[in-house]
């Protein structure tokens, strides 16, 4: 997991984010899940494979963000795999996630009845569980915050080659749906913390008009982030000088953080870059204008071009430049 993914991910841990990421996406804004109904979830899996040469190995995996939701003694288990790259295979390393965390519970429950010997013969000694015990549901969903829309498969059999099978048969096929959400989807607007800011601004980082347009519309939330919020909105937009001089925004009074003020900085900054790239790209433009009039001998149109600028845009059109 590259530098990105674990900050978004440490970010998204915070019981109060973690709520807020699930009431945006899950319920449109609307508050249904609070942080005091979450508890940390186990993250890592131990399991058996076995290689190349026949033996077993124990292997591991583990989950970027997972919440145990308790509510009137009913239970979810809800976990956020983080991606900034498309991953063809996704569908599938999901599926295992799910499957070990619903292993891992069947498992501890075999185990508590074999230690208290509890279990009937038959069915239940036979299956290592009662007919009447339930398993906490899982759900999982991938936050795709890479550029551009997700590419890959968002389903198991997405990922089978079905051809040659009749419908009925298809249906009975293995599946696995996987819920993955892109930043692009979401409505920024739904969201209650600085999940709020850094959605808005992850949309708009390859438009730096409606990016800046976006932050003096919400300069007074910009003008008072938290520590956290600006570090994270810092490491997945790459500005490592807001980083650097994070203490120079510092609100004394309220111990949080100016982001417009660093944003107007940035700003002034790519006005700057702007220019200079703007005038490189007219002294190609007038190269490339140059070079063909010469080559066609219209020396007395060079002189023009490089004098005055309506004859330039004309002589643009005219090439095609």
């Known amino acids: 997991m590259g530098r990105k993914s674990r900050q978004l991910g440490w970010y998204l841990s915070k019981p109060e984010v973690f709520a807020d990421f699930c009431n945006g996406y899950i319920y449109k804004g609307k508050e249904v899940i609070f942080p005091h109904e979450l508890a940390e979830g186990q993250r890592d899996y131990v399991g058996k494979r076995r290689g190349k040469d026949g033996r077993l190995y124990t292997g591991e995996a583990e989950r970027d963000v997972i919440k145990l939701l308790c509510r009137k003694r009913h239970f979810v288990k ?9 991953h063809y295979g996704m569908p599938l390393r999901c ?9 891992k519970q069947a498992r501890h429950l075999r185990e508590q009845y074999r230690r208290e010997g509890i279990l009937k013969r038959g069915e239940e000694f036979l299956s290592g569980m009662r007919k009447t015990d ?3 549901p899982v759900v999982t969903i991938v936050f795709y915050h890479g550029t551009g829309k997700w590419r890959a498969a968002r389903q198991l059999q997405e990922m089978l080659d079905m051809g040659g099978m009749d419908e009925e048969l298809e249906k ?5 749906r996987m819920n993955v959400v892109c930043v692009e989807e979401l409505e920024e607007t739904h969201f209650q913390t600085g999940l709020r800011e850094l959605v ?3 949309k708009r980082r390859k438009d730096k008009q409606a990016f800046w347009k976006y932050c003096q519309k919400n300069e007074e939330r910009f003008a008072h982030l938290d520590a956290d919020t600006y570090d994270v909105i810092c490491t997945m937009l790459q500005i490592p000088f807001l980083f650097r001089e994070k203490e ?19 700003a002034q900054d790519w006005k700057k870059e702007g220019k200079k790239e703007g005038k490189k790209e007219g002294e190609e433009k007038l190269g490339k204008l140059i070079e063909a009039l010469l080559q ?4 007395d149109d060079v002189l023009r071009a490089s004098r005055y600028a309506s004859a330039r845009r004309k002589l643009y059109a005219e090439y095609g430049i």
């Open 134 to 136: 339930r398993l906490i």
């Open 95 to 103: 599926g295992e996630y799910d499957m070990m965390e619903i292993g």
């Open 78 to 86: 809800i976990a956020l795999e983080n991606q900034d790259k498309i």
């Open 248 to 266: 120079a925004y510092k609100n004394k009074e309220r111990e949080d953080f100016n982001m417009c003020k660093a944003l107007q900085e940035l």
């Open 296 to 299: 066609d001998g219209r020396q």
């Open 200 to 202: 808005g601004l992850l």
């Open 172 to 176: 009975l096929a293995v599946n696995y």
